[in-house]
């Protein structure tokens, strides 16, 4: 008796990507760093670092700044982070990036409870320098001017200030320059690709800046 052979269909070929597969990983990514990335800057401090959630002040008598770009982003602490509170870990700011900046007696403090540690810098005639100078802040006040600013530009588009950019539909405003006398700000975060501290003198004090 012949033995019978089934028919066999040939295996589609396994070089090929599994597409449906690929959607459903790719989805279950964006859906889980989709509360990440919202508002985050592009290759700023958000892509960058956790934030500590401990705010910090910073003090100086005159900022002069080449390229300005100013917009809002969300930080993010550590996952469980002691210092989140009703936050969520997470912490509204405006980011204010200047290409180059000076800052003349610059003063930061922040509060360890009950002692401050209080940073100075940039007196006698020497100012702080800095490039591509990046502040996270929920506060900022001052007496301000601009030269050839754009209020109310999308943030995806800022250009004054090298590879910092906010994220498509947000806010933002750009100038060729900026002067803020009496500068005050509440910070949680300062980046820069190169900041210089004229005397600079770091210690406890009972008083903030």
Known sequence: MSEQISPHEPEPPRS????????????????????????????VLGAQFAISGMPFTVTADKLTGTGFEQFATLD???????????TGGQVVVIVSAIDRAELTNLCQSISLGGINLRITAGGAGKPVTARTLVVDG?????NASFRNINVGQDASTVDQVPGVRGNPGVFAQQADTVTITNLRQNNYATTAAVFTLPNLHMAFSSDGC
């Open 16 to 43: 090929g990507v599994r597409w449906r597969r690929f959607a459903l990983t790719m989805g279950t990514v964006v859906a889980g760093a989709a509360g990440m990335v919202v508002l985050t800057a592009q290759g």
């Open 76 to 86: 993010q602490m550590i996952p469980d982070s002691p210092n989140q509170g009703d």
């Open 138 to 142: 929920d506060e900022v006040a001052g």
